[in-house]
């Protein structure tokens, strides 16, 4: 299968390639030349399926084309030791955990399975590739966790200094091996725009390979749709899977595009809900028509701070520019921190289910538009432990149990290299270390 850029300014490129660019060189991002479907025989069974069989099936839609079954097979299986339970809060509203992974949020999904395919590609040979990524706490955990111990390839986690929670941090600095923690004294923006101008770099690039692990990397982002199938398959356990509304908390958008693929291969989901924080871009664009790209602002919901959604440029691309058929696949919503708090505290004392920040916009906007005879299903992106602080706030001190997984990330010891936020240093530090 070949991909073709956004921009359409360049020839196509390979599966292999477009993972190891991560932006196509027009700056697009890679998109599969064909979406192919699922036969119908694999949704009349799909309920008997585990969500590694179901996502195996689904991989080979994607990369059939480009890795043997026998790899792609243990290639998904690796990637997916944990489960993606859906579990019911009230009346026809269900919430997927995809927390069960080892960094507890869902972008272990696209982080391990990355990994494992670049690892696949560099099996053998002498190449060498560097992932930056840099990160506000969720994606870095994620990715270098997913990397960790693989051979050929180190990864450079950026991070600002100060701004991200305790044990976002621990689940990064502390691994080691082929692990590398930058601390930049700055802000996230200013992490991006080092690793935005490492790319861009002649000097770097004539000697180094570098590739992105943000969800502007296919073999990040199309994992994701495992999940959708899976949901449909709970629910269809349950004779419950007509009429399903899935809802997504979205901040580059990643996770619902995977959705929107999902849909294009045939699976039955009725329509999406994007659901916003303050951060409300894509919202407003469905409102208007206009897309309108603005500084992001903080909000309790962090992980969806993004002012310029990345993966719309691939929403776009999906449906032909069209607002309009956009807006019949999708609905917006966006909600303040302090409709944030409110419903996760209600759905707390009410329904007896923590939500974590991100989750609880997905879940107001599914509980405010869920119509008569639908089902609805939100993404419960991370669980509330990642969060801690923002969620005892709301509910009450010592109501948050610490995860085993978390609490052993916490008892490492923090290994990181301070760098400033001058792109001269962190050239210097690249051309030094990295291989
Ligand atoms: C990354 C993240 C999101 C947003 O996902 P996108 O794919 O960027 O839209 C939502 N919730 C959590 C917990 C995240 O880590």
Redesign the pocket.
Do not use: E, I, R
């Given at each position: 299968m070949q991909y073709y850029s956004t921009n359409k300014s360049v020839p196509e490129v390979s599966l292999k390639l477009a993972v190891t660019k991560g932006l196509a060189d027009d700056k697009g991002l890679f998109m599969p030349e064909r979406i192919n479907q699922l036969p119908a025989s694999f949704f009349e069974t799909i309920e008997q399926l585990s969500f590694q069989e179901i996502s195996f099936e689904v991989a080979k839609a994607f990369f059939g084309e480009d890795i043997p079954e026998a790899d792609l097979k243990a290639l998904v299986f690796d990637t997916l030791q944990f489960d993606c339970p859906i579990v019911p809060v009230h009346d026809n509203i269900y919430s997927l955990e995809l927390f069960h992974g080892p960094t507890l949020?869902?972008?272990d999904v696209g982080g391990r399975f990355m990994a494992r395919l670049l690892g696949y590609f560099l099996k053998g040979n002498k190449e060498h590739v560097n992932v930056l990524v840099a990160t506000s706490?969720?994606?870095g955990s994620a990715v270098a966790n997913g990397f960790l111990g693989v051979p050929g390839i180190d990864v450079y986690v950026l991070y600002p200094k100060g701004l991200v929670s305790e044990i976002q941090e621990k689940q990064f600095t502390t691994l080691g091996q082929n692990i590398t923690s930058l601390e930049i004294d700055g802000t996230f923006d200013d992490c991006q725009r080092l690793v935005k101008s490492a790319f861009m770099d002649e000097t770097l690039k004539s000697k180094l390979t570098l590739t992105s692990a943000n969800?502007i990397n296919v073999a990040r982002?199309l994992p994701?749709a495992f999940y959708y199938f899976n949901a449909y398959a709970r629910l269809k356990e349950k004779g419950l899977q007509d009429e399903l509304v899935v809802a997504?908390?979205?901040?580059?958008?990643?996770?619902?595009?995977a959705g929107l693929f999902a849909q294009k291969m045939g699976l039955p989901i009725k329509r999406f809900i994007a659901a916003n924080n303050e951060n409300d871009i894509v919202y407003q664009y469905l409102q208007t028509g206009e897309y309108k790209p603005r500084p992001s602002v903080a909000t309790i919901?962090n992980?969806?701070d993004?002012g310029d959604?990345s993966?719309f440029a691939r929403i776009l691309d999906l449906f032909d520019n069209s607002h309009e058929a956009i807006c019949s696949v999708m609905k917006g919503f966006r909600y303040s921190d302090a409709e944030i708090r409110e419903v996760l505290l209600k759905v707390y004392t009410e329904k007896n289910y923590l939500l974590?920040p991100?989750?609880a916009c997905a879940y107001k906007a599914l509980a405010k538009d869920l119509g008569e005879g639908e089902v609805g299903v939100f993404l419960e992106?991370?669980h509330p432990a990642?969060f801690t602080e923002t969620v005892e706030q709301i509910i009450g001190k010592g109501n948050v149990p610490l995860p085993e997984k978390l609490a052993e990330f916490m008892k490492g010891e923090k290994l990181s290299v301070e760098l400033s936020t001058s792109f001269d240093d962190f050239q210097k530090f690249l051309l030094e270390t990295a291989k």
């Open positions: 949020a869902f972008k706490g969720d994606t969800s982002f994701q997504v908390p979205s901040g580059n958008f990643g996770n619902l595009t919901a992980a969806m993004v959604p993966n974590d991100h989750g992106t991370a990642k």
